[in-house]
């Protein structure tokens, strides 16, 4: 019963964070590991000293903030076709080549893993860089793609 009452009160306070994420100040998004900021003198997550300089930009897929070191605020607009990604602190594509999108992360990149197969093709695959960046690379001829070998194999 009890554990019942812990998981009830954990999805309530999820729920209401969720839906008063709106509401909340940059300290307490800051404190769930969910800051977003803008410029706005109330919003802003720029601090002098801080070691954190980028930050989402609120409501903008393609915008984020970046700091200086005396809490100076600028917002920024990535390039067409990029979004801004959090994880690498850059702007990466939407998509990879093609039709496919970028599926390269942060925590995969981190480990050394930057190969991915294609999302239709078994004669493509994709490769990501450091950055977040994503490219669609060919198999050789009569090769194709095997994500366990992360090569191009002869089928």
């Given at each position: 019963m009890m554990m019942k009452n812990i998981t009830a009160l954990l999805l309530l306070a999820i729920s209401f964070t969720i839906g008063n994420a709106a509401s909340l100040t940059t300290d307490d998004k800051r404190k769930l590991g969910t800051t977003c900021g803008t410029c706005d003198a109330g919003n802003n997550p720029c601090q002098a000293g801080g070691t954190q300089l980028y930050f989402p930009l609120c409501g903008a897929r393609r915008r984020y903030v970046q700091c200086d070191e005396s809490g100076g605020c600028f917002e920024k607009r990535c390039a067409k076709g990029t979004r801004w990604n959090q994880d690498f602190q850059a702007c990466v594509h939407k998509k990879c080549g093609g039709e496919c999108r970028n599926r390269c992360k942060s925590k995969d990149v981190a480990a050394g893993d930057f190969y991915r197969p294609h999302c239709s093709d078994?004669?493509?695959?994709?490769?990501?860089?450091?950055?977040?960046?994503?490219?669609?690379?060919h198999c050789a001829p009569g090769t194709v793609w095997s994500d366990a070998a992360e090569t191009c194999v002869e089928p």
């Open positions: 078994e004669t493509k695959y994709q490769q990501c860089d450091a950055s977040g960046g994503c490219f669609e690379r």
